[in-house]
């Protein structure tokens, strides 16, 4: 897989090269970096994106994820809120700006600010707000989601890990974050960019 990550960042290296005021190439090769840990160089890309064209800021949520892992949780927390001004229903970015505020202030204050997400229809989405809502534990959350190999069982791990991290709970963060790189990798073989999340998270961590 690196190898692969390797040519691809490549690729998108000779566009930028031959392309140097196209805004969209910026994200599309900030996204290649992320995906080999390359956390600074990422948002470098997706800052230079930005000052090509400021209407991209509200769907730069990939900055988000960078910010997340480069510890600079408040810009996080801000370009997280900023997306959702054009995407309110995305639970998802909803609990990336709680993952953000979680470390900058506890996981209490984190649910305290929880913005509210109606009508996703997708069920394991519902299922994973709740959990950062409070509704429901991460035991019941897997419970309820399915066991086979689709987007529910990756999801399910990576954000009851990501729950746990928040709470302070290394131990089964690592667990369950293993577990999601494992679905990843073996079962769940969309090419996701949350796939590639949950392996910077374990390389960021060190947790291999």
Known sequence: ??????????????????????AKIYVQRGMARFKLAMIPESIQDFDRSEQLDANITPYLWQRGLSYYYANRFEEGANQFEIDLTVNARDVEETVWRYLCIAQLAGASTARQSLLEVNNDSRHFMQQIYGLFAGHITPEQMLRTLPQESNPGKFYSRLYVGLYYEAAGNIDQAKTYIDQAVQTFGTEYRADDYMGYVAIVHRQVRQWI
């Open 1 to 22: 897989m690196h190898n692969r990550l390797q040519q691809d960042l490549l690729k998108w290296d000779r566009t930028v090269a031959t392309h140097p005021e196209d």
